[in-house]
Structures are given as C-alpha cells and as structure tokens.
C-alpha cells in the first residue's frame, strides 16, 4: 500500500465544486480531508485567489506514479488548461503530489523531474502546510522536518493571509 499527500488548489469557476469533485474522484481511499482555506495566489499575483486543500489517501497497489496519474486525471476532470506562458496562473484545479509513503512509512522520494518526491515547494507553500497540520499536526515533510515547525518558522506571514472557510466543507472533516 502506499499513501500519499495530495494538496488541491482552485480559483477559477464554481471552485468549491471542482475541490469536491477531485475529493470524490478518489474515491473510498481517503483516510481525512482537510478543512478550506481561502488564499492569496502563489508565484502570480494577477489572478483570483484560491480555494486549497490537502487530502491524504491510500490505495494498495498505487505506485508514485500512480499517484501523479490520478491528479492529472483529477485536472483534466476539471477542464484545467495550462497556460505554459503563465506557470502559476489561474487554474480551474491544481492537483499536486506533495510527498508519498510505502506502506511500512518510508518517504518515496523522487528526482525525476516530472514527479520530485517529495514536492520540491511544499515546505515554501502555506496553503500546504497549514491545512495538514490541522489535520496531522506531527506530520514531518520528508527532507524538511515537522510541519508545524516549518509552517511557524517561516511562513507566518503567509499563513496569517490565509483565510479559514469552514463554510465550505469538502467531506466529513477529521
């Protein structure tokens, strides 16, 4: 079995619909689903802010790779189109493989540039960190060290932009 952290992120069209819509195209492996965070773009900031998440799920014969397969099947779902001109443009859903388990809990990790295990931003990137540690607050990112840590450390500035939508649930929370 494998596990893997994938972080959900939309700011175009119905985007609590489209984060519902990946949270369901996972179908019975999700082990929690994070609450909604309402936050300013990363990386472009001429662009509406997003609706993001984190979601933690497992399947049994899921591959790293698999689970890059699934998240752009999730974007294409949505219709995502990729502007190449605008690399953290606006985007109906971003679906992105942050770090993955084997199932004794060892870190996959990755260097090929098309899956970098574990995500090569992530620990940069409150939209992650926040809603996983509401939902894991031991978690460690593989390579970086504890979440909180990380989220406390350096990106207090971030994480106070973020704005808490319990408004807006995706499925049970834990």
């Not at 609590?16 to 949270?23: C, F, I, M, P, Q």
């Not at 090929?112 to 809603?131: G, I, Q, S």
């Amino acid at each position: 079995m494998s596990r893997a952290l994938l972080s959900l992120g939309s700011n175009l069209g119905d985007r609590v619909s489209y984060l519902r819509a990946a949270v369901a195209g996972l179908g019975r492996g999700r082990e929690w689903v994070s609450g909604v965070y309402e936050t300013p773009p990363w990386g472009d900031a001429d662009q509406p802010a997003y609706l993001n998440a984190v979601v933690l799920a497992h399947d049994p014969a899921a591959a790293a790779r698999t689970w890059l397969d699934r998240a752009r099947a999730l974007e294409q779902a949505a219709e995502r189109v990729r502007d190449p001109q605008r690399r953290f443009g606006p985007r109906t859903l971003d679906v992105d493989v942050i770090a993955v388990w084997e199932d004794d809990g060892a870190p996959v990790l990755s260097d090929d540039p098309e899956l970098t295990l574990p995500h090569p931003r992530a620990h940069l990137r409150a939209f992650v960190l926040r809603p996983w540690a509401d939902c894991d607050p031991g978690a460690v990112l593989p390579g970086h060290g504890p979440i909180k840590s990380l989220l406390e450390a350096t990106l207090s500035a971030d994480a106070a932009a973020m704005t808490p939508r319990p408004d807006l649930p995706l499925e049970s929370q834990r």
